[in-house]
């Protein structure tokens, strides 16, 4: 029997509503972006803990970030995105710090007293300073006067699977091979999979995907297996930051609504929250993110919906289609027989 809103809308208990009995709590990630180093800690140890093969270490040319997006492959993705923004839009009062001389500055005032100490004591070491090449601490172009490449800042979020209330993968997997978990988590069994790719495309943040040697889908699975053994997944223990944050998913929201009010009264306003509301169009995520700019700027949805969301009231406008037609037929059959 179908339960309330299990297709779309609030849902307090996925678990449950999946047939859990006497489940945990639901858990999940919240991963603030505002002290994400771009470490790529958690996409290592999501590796190496699940064995997700090696995809690659190519350049995009568009960024040091070289995984690019999620996908069979990539269960977690740093993003790196490079914005102009005058610094003290990056951290408010950093243009008041005190700062010593670079390398470099350091550098010519050592060749300027030799030249001073020259020109009393004889001797000849030219007229200008010597550039002796050593590195600078300055922004890039600083030295140049660049103006534009000294106003920049970097947004940096580890990316992840959703795990959503209401999961489009799961409602169009034709074989099971996608399940709710006791933890409220959905996990792809990939010996029941059989490569029909529905999930890739019922996915609203395309994060699903198909390995190309067999073809089967594979996501995170926010580790399941250490879940059951009572640890937390191995992205949150290796992030050194603790910009991802496992727990309960309850106990997760307050804590990002209080980190979300003191970044808003540290003056960062565009700060918000991402995938928290159980109002949305996937019924809230269970794994959410503060961010720091528009989700566009990450490559996120700005409204996710989930695809079968619409699915009762297409069976039924089906269903009506369909008895208008046999209705058509009949009527034009009895016709026949009368004349």
Known sequence: MMLEHSLYGPLADPAGNAGHQDHPPRVGFFTDTSVCIGCKACEVACKEWNAVPEDGLNLLGMS??????????????????EQQRPLGHQDPGLSELPTGPSVAEAAAEVVADALRQTERGGGDLGTAPVDLGFPSFQLPGAATGAETRTQFRWLMASDVCKHCTHAGCLDVCPTG??????????????????????CV???????????????????????????????????????????????PLDEL???AAQRLDYLHEAGVPEARLYGHDPDDGVGGDGAFFLLLDEPEVYGLPPDPIVPTRDLPSMWKHAGMAAAVLVGASLSAFLGRRRR
Not at 177 to 198: H, K, M, P, W
Request: charged share 25%.
């Open 177 to 198: 091979a996608l399940f709710r978990t006791e933890f409220g988590s959905v996990v792809v069994q990939q010996d029941i999979c059989n490569g029909c790719g529905y």
């Open 253 to 255: 929201r307050e804590r």
């Open 201 to 247: 495309s019922a996915c609203p943040y395309g994060v699903i995907d198909r390995r190309h040697d067999d073809g089967r889908a594979w996501k995170c699975t926010l580790c399941y297996d250490r879940l059951r053994g009572d640890l937390e997944p191995a992205c949150a223990k290796a992030c050194p930051t603790k910009s991802i944050q496992f727990g």
């Open 64 to 81: 040091f970030d070289n995984t690019g997006m999620l996908g069979a492959d990539s269960w977690r993705h740093v993003a790196f995105i």
